[in-house]
């Protein structure tokens, strides 16, 4: 099945020629995409420059170009690391970043008094400290790349990977408010000034774990089932992982007081399993369950009170923010007024007031950004996002065995899961959770597990676009780095020791 | 596998294809919602990136901006501090705009369609001029004596009002609310400070936020005997004709027994009209007013512009400072039929009689006036941002006609025998002619009484210059004879001021 839907075609019919065009790197328009989206983050900051300062600083492109440089660098390692990676991702994603950067800096810029605005350093303030965060996030990504020179070897440390991911969804459920708690969800570990979230990494830790289990177990779940209604429901036994993912899910919603994260790992795992098993019933029992799940939170809530108020209040806002505008509703409705203000083509970079934006650096970013860039620039950072989610299952479907698939698809959605529950959150299409938006927001966490997220993708597309270089040859004969052998699908393969 | 991750992107194209509608939804249909609701802070941003314009009084800014530092760039500030806070009002960053700074919002922040001429010159210019100018009719000199006075006034009220406007033509000269407060606080542009600034005044038991010279209502005592002295000399009475008085007079059916204030006025059985008002005869008046009856007196003070609800003191084309309606009360039995002990109580200016400090003044100034009331107002010019060219010029303009020129000049007559040989001597001013009634007022039984003075200044060839009003609550005895004496004192100040008349 996979392999009818690989574009490869066999080198014997094929021939040399069809070969030669599908092992086309495309390293180079990976590099020229990147200067273009350097180029438009100078021009951003350039503009910024402009609106707030009444003039441009002879270095308005340092911060440009040391982010052109951190991305050139990757862009090095994948040359020689991952040459036939997906060129579009880089470009796409260094551009998030690189306008997340700016416009952190831009706030900076408007916080600051007048008279300062210009000598602000490259690295001053949170723009700055953004900025170390991406070399750091962008080192770990090429650590990543280099370490694992084909995505198959990380299903060696599933199990590893899923314990990990439970213990550091666990942590701050665990862990005291005072260090865990910020703005009502407990979602962080705080040492000092210093916090990191780690649901953040938890996420990718689950996601391999998923991906492995799932290829292990799909036969089973899709084949042994009982039909009821039409459709296929799977056997008690084998609902365990899935009633025991919704419960961890729960917990989260629960002690975390974080719908976002909880609807991310229940989304991302009912997905894989989608995919795994190409029945729709998991769907149907999943969005049942979470559904269910929310409807009674929000049902115990109002009644029981308790751990479920918060969920409660959090609904009761959504549905009308305007009912306590100065109070619980200000931050949706802060948000709101922001977005409507940019309008169809915003005030402008640095023209509008983004900065009385309550944390407008973390989830509200993407409001604050749309009120300067308006409906026609979130538009199309919407289809930046969407990009990178579509590359990443154009990857999925290219690679040729089923790990492959699972991980990079199930990551592909996870992100755009991600990005829609913050977004749909912060623009009322769903109750507002505390989401970091990718690539944009401040913070290390974030940033860091994004890219390591990106850095499987590239992993995982090198994988799908390698031409297949003529006969099998084991893995213990298969040079280091190079192309992964054909699994042609067989599940069972991959967990071969 | 390739199926269901088609699928899959097919559902995330579906979410973000949601998340644009959405967006669409916000930005597009309830953007211009949102950009103007109140509880957008960036509304108010924009309004102090640009200098405000200022307020001025005798060309003196009463209300200007400075630049500052900070994310708004403009803070308003009144440098004279409470002086003109009831007319001023305030501009306040979180809190409702008030006064002249709310009524003429527009041309002092630029927004004003007057001013879009303004805007595309600085388009083209690169400049931003700021807003527009507000000239303000106000004395600088009656305004601080109005102040200075009311507030060291000799028997210690500290609740009153002073207005004075000038009867040709209904410039307002100064006008004065007791106790005042200091509007810079409330402009801060830290709200919090201003909030808690605005929640002290707000919880003031003397309210100093109430501007008493345009929205109190009191009881005016004596000085509505002008308004019944009126009605009888439209209604055969001269000012010589004797009229019944007496040391006390109880009304035909019931109440108590109206007396004089000293048993010295007007103890005889009968008076003349001149006497009557010189002396403040209140069993003469009672009378008076028992035998016109309540219709002629309610009509003639409504003449006088008693309840008009809808004046207001501004520009004297729309919009102003509100103002309360003045009453003369219900007068009647539960049946409907007169009452006589209530009208004799209102004839002079006690039972449901209430006045507002404005329409004293108007009343005085009206009759200064030769029987002509003239609209009042504050706004003298409004001048562009670069004060060459003017957008709006004040033209008098007359309000109503309460008396007729014979009866004006009557009751000139009265008023001025009150200051020359009556209860209003402290008002007198060398070299002019004054003209008053005073007024004790009932509070409360077990309140002090308040103390009223309304009258006016004629000079040397006749001209009136100034009518005034003053008021001080619960000022308790003598309280009516210090009004009249800082009465003389505005009125002498707005002669000499030297932009004035």
């Not at chain 1, 993912?245 to 894989?272: A, C, Q």
């Not at chain 1, 929310?294 to 751990?307: C, D, E, F």
């Not at chain 1, 290390?444 to 995982?460: D, E, F, T, Y």
């Amino acid at each position: 099945m996979t392999v009818a839907a690989t574009p490869a075609p066999s080198p014997a019919t094929a021939g040399e020629q069809s070969g030669v065009r599908l092992a086309r790197s495309r390293r180079n328009a990976e590099l020229y995409l990147l200067l273009l989206a350097m180029v438009l983050v100078a021009a951003y900051g350039a503009t910024v420059e402009a609106n707030l300062l009444d003039t441009v600083t002879s270095d308005f492109w340092m911060p440009a170009a040391a982010l052109g440089a951190v991305f050139l660098g990757l862009h090095l390692v994948i040359r020689f690391l991952a040459p036939f990676a997906d060129p579009a991702l880089l470009p796409a994603v260094a551009l998030l970043n690189g306008l997340g950067v700016g416009f952190l800096r831009r706030i900076d810029l408007g916080d600051a008094p007048v008279a300062e605005r210009e000598s602000l350093a490259v690295f001053a303030g949170q723009g700055g400290r953004q900025l170390a965060w991406t070399l750091g996030a962008v080192i770990l990504a090429a650590g990543l790349l280099a370490i694992m020179r084909d995505h198959r070897s990380i299903s060696r440390y599933a199990y590893t990977l899923g314990l990990a991911g439970i213990v550091l969804v666990m942590i701050p459920a665990v862990l005291p408010s005072s260090i865990s708690e910020i703005n009502g969800a407990k979602l962080w570990v705080r040492v000092g000034s210093f916090s990191i979230q780690p649901g953040e990494f938890a996420k990718l830790a689950l996601l391999v774990f998923f991906a492995y289990y799932l290829v292990r177990k799909r036969e089973v779940l899709s084949l042994a089932s009982r039909r009821f209604l039409g459709i296929d429901f799977p056997r008690g036994r084998d609902l365990g992982p899935v009633v025991g993912v919704w419960l961890i899910s729960v917990l989260v919603l629960v002690f975390e007081k974080d719908l976002g994260t909880s609807l991310l790992y229940f989304g991302m795992f009912v997905v894989t399993l989608y995919i795994a098993t190409e029945r729709v019933s998991w769907l149907l029992i999943g969005l049942v369950l979470f559904f269910g799940g929310a409807y009674l939170a929000y049902v115990l809530g109002s009644t029981v009170g308790g751990p479920f108020a918060n969920f409660y209040v959090r609904a009761e806002i959504w549905l009308d923010p305007f009912a306590d505008p100065t109070n619980k509703g200000y931050q949706l409705v802060q948000g709101l007024l922001a977005l409507g203000t940019g309008g169809l083509f915003g005030a402008g970079p640095g023209g509008g007031q983004p900065e009385i934006l309550p944390e407008v650096q973390n989830d509200f970013i993407f409001a604050g950004i749309g009120e300067e860039i308006g409906l026609f620039g979130l538009s199309a950072l919407l289809v930046v996002y969407l990009l990178i989610v579509e590359r990443g299952l154009r990857a999925a479907l290219a690679v040729r065995d089923s790990f492959g698939k699972l991980l990079a698809g199930g990551l592909a959605f996870t992100l755009g899961l991600q990005v829609f529950v913050i977004v749909g959150g912060i623009s009322k299409l769903i109750p507002l959770t505390g989401q970091t938006t990718p690539f944009l927001s401040a913070g290390g966490s974030s940033l860091m597990a994004n890219w390591l997220l990106i850095a499987v993708l590239l992993r995982v597309s090198d994988g799908a676009r390698r031409p297949v270089t003529g006969g099998g040859g084991g893995k213990a004969a298969r040079p280091s780095g190079g192309p992964p052998e054909q699994l042609h699908g067989a599940p069972t393969e991959v967990i071969k020791p | 596998m390739n199926a269901p991750l088609r699928r899959v992107g097919v559902v995330v194209m579906v979410l973000f294809g949601l998340l644009f509608a959405n967006l669409n939804w916000i930005q597009a249909y309830k953007a211009d919602e949102y950009r103007t609701s109140d509880y957008n802070g960036r509304v108010q941003v924009a309004e102090y990136d640009r200098k405000r314009g200022n307020i001025e009084a005798g060309g003196t800014a009463v209300a200007t901006s400075k630049e500052t530092t900070g994310n708004l760039k403009f803070l308003r500030t009144y440098p004279s501090g409470a002086k003109y806070a009831h007319v001023l009002g305030y501009k306040p960053v979180n809190l409702a705009d008030q006064g002249i700074e709310q009524v003429e919002n527009d041309f002092l922040a630029g927004t004003s369609d007057q001013l879009i001429g303004d805007r595309l010159k600085d388009m083209f210019t690169g400049d931003d001029t700021g807003g527009g100018n507000v000239l303000l009719t106000l004395s600088k000199r009656a305004q601080d004596v109005a102040y200075d006075q009311l507030r060291n006034n000799e028997v210690g009220a500290k609740r009153g009002a002073a207005i004075a406007v000038d009867p040709r033509t209904g410039a307002i000269q100064a006008l004065v609310s007791m106790p005042s407060f200091d509007p810079n606080p409330l402009a801060s542009h830290d709200t919090n400070e201003a909030a808690a600034a605005y929640n002290k005044l707000e919880k003031d038991p003397d309210e100093p936020l109430k501007n008493r010279a345009l929205g109190e209502t009191l009881p005016p005592g004596s000085t509505f005997k002008i308004v019944v002295a009126a009605a009888a000399l439209e209604n055969g009475v001269t000012k010589t004709t004797q009229i019944p008085a007496g040391s006390s007079y109880t009304a035909p059916t019931s109440g108590t027994p109206i007396r004089n204030a000293d048993p010295s006025i007007c103890p005889t059985r009968q008076v003349t009209l001149l006497e009557a008002v010189t002396e403040s005869c209140n069993t003469g008046f009672a009378q008076l007013g028992v035998r016109l009856g309540a219709e002629t007196l309610k009509e003639k003070a409504r003449q006088f512009g008693f309840e008009q609800e809808d004046l207001t003191v501004g520009q004297l084309g729309e919009g102003g400072l509100p103002t309360a309606a003045s009453r003369t009360g219900t007068m009647q039995n539960q049946d409907g039929s007169t009452d006589p002990a209530a009208l004799a109580q209102s004839s002079i200016g006690q039972n449901n009689v209430r006045m507002t400090p404005l329409e004293g003044a108007m009343i005085a100034g009206s009759i200064a006036n030769n029987g002509s009331q003239m609209r009042p107002y504050l706004v003298r010019q409004l001048l562009a941002p670069d004060r060459t060219t003017s957008y709006y010029t004040a033209k008098a303009r007359e309000l109503r006609q309460p008396v007729e020129p014979p009866v004006a000049a009557d009751l000139r007559e009265m008023m001025v025998s009150v200051v020359q040989n009556g209860t209003g001597r402290k008002a007198a001013i060398n070299g002019y002619t004054v003209g008053g009634k005073t007024g004790t007022a009932q509070s409360a039984p077990d309140r002090p009484d308040h103390g009223w003075f309304i009258g006016f200044a004629l000079d040397k060839n006749g001209n009136p210059v100034s009518a005034v009003c003053v008021v001080l609550e619960q000022a308790g005895p003598g309280g009516s004879g210090e009004a009249a004496r800082i009465a003389g004192q505005i009125m002498r100040a707005a002669i000499a001021d030297p932009g004035g008349r």
